[in-house]
């Protein structure tokens, strides 16, 4: 629970200094970007220190290129 209100705190932080300034400057779409992937950064920052098992960018990748690998393991072999 603590490590949670730490991330908040940090990500609060973070948007506190950076949010002004492109308000600022008037960066409409980056202010937007800026917070979706903050949003996202901290959603999975909690998640990973609530130990909820996400699945790995690798499985992902393996489950893509599995079928093309058997094919040419089936023709070269």
Known sequence: ML?????????TWIAFIEVPALKRKHQIKE????????????ALSIAESSHVKMPSPLD???KLYMPISELLNGVLI
Do not use: D, N, R
Not at 31 to 42: A, E, Q
């Open 3 to 11: 490590t949670v209100i730490g991330i908040l705190i940090v990500s």
């Open 31 to 42: 202010l937007w970007i800026f917070s979706i992937l903050l949003l996202l950064g901290t």
């Open 60 to 62: 992902w990748i393996m």
